[in-house]
């Protein structure tokens, strides 16, 4: 059972002192770790992020040239738009925690065995470079930035509609970096400073998730929504949903994997 001696454990193994920490050898030797992509991969990648930051520079120009940078719901829309980013990287988080299997095509290996690593292994996270981390999510923002070109901005709603775009790409930008650095026993000080004051996800908040069966808290960009989808049951009942919709069964390839190196690291023992 996942809930089990075995598996919790290991889970209290793996996630140690309030937070997930690296240890240079050990019984995490003989867990699976993060693939190392090909060139091709890593120079798409790179140009991502690139993208991804030159359409931010770009855009926000064209949207304080219409006033959309101090109208009066300038504000209120971007924290709105931040609060949408924070739910979206949950949404995200969840579906690939949840539903299928690294043998589906492309997205198995490249989208969902990430997700079931980093249950079993989540140190090997810190192992991963800044373009690894963080090429993915820009790679998804930037549909969402190249849409705003397509919007009229001599328009109140166009301007508000570009504004509440911008803002959720420049939020949901640096989500899994914010997750890495929520692994850190050390972050940097600055980091450390903006996760005690709740603006980014903390180490002490994302801790929960980790601990089987890893259904709390999936929200990892501020985290603000966690609370909120956890005294409403959210994602439980989706689940249900999905369920009873599909017939398809939450979590069973993640089981599958706790159960296999929970019942490894019995036999060492
Ligand atoms: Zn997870
Ligand atoms: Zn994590």
């Given amino acids: 059972m996942v809930q089990g ?14 937070q997930p920490e690296s240890s240079p050898a050990g019984p995490a030797d003989d867990l699976p770790r993060h693939d190392d992509f090909d060139v091709v991969t890593r120079a798409i990648e790179l140009l991502s992020l690139l993208a991804a930051c030159l359409l931010l520079a770009w855009q926000l120009p064209r949207l304080a040239q219409h ?14 738009a931040v609060l949408a980013a924070d739910f979206i990287s949950g949404l995200v988080h969840w579906f690939a925690d949840t539903w299928f299997d690294e043998s589906v095509p492309v997205l198995g290996p490249r989208f969902l065995r990430p997700f079931r690593v980093h249950h079993v292994n989540p140190e090997t996270f810190l192992t991963r470079d800044f373009v690894d981390t963080n090429g993915d999510v820009a790679m998804l923002t930037i549909p969402f930035l190249l849409l705003v070109f397509g919007l009229p901005l001599e328009t109140a709603w166009g301007q508000a509609a570009g504004l509440f775009l911008v803002a959720l790409s420049a ?17 940097p000080r600055w980091v450390a400073w903006l996760q005690y004051w709740g603006l980014i996800l903390s180490g002490n908040a994302h801790r929960r998730h980790h601990e089987p069966p890893h259904v709390a808290n999936y929200c990892i960009a501020t985290g603000w929504c966690n609370p909120v989808l956890s005294a409403v049951d959210f994602f439980p009942r989706l689940e249900r949903l999905v369920t009873r919709l599909t017939g398809l069964q939450p979590r069973q390839d993640d089981q599958q994997y706790l159960e296999r190196f929970a019942s490894a690291e019995e036999e060492r023992a």
């Fill in 171 to 187: 939020a949901a930008l640096p989500t899994n970096q914010v997750h890495q650095w929520a692994h850190m026993a050390r972050p």
């Fill in 5 to 18: 001696g075995g598996a919790a454990l290991h889970m209290a193994h793996l996630v140690t002192g309030g």
């Fill in 67 to 80: 006033g959309a940078l101090t109208a009066w719901w300038t504000l209120p829309l971007a924290l709105l």
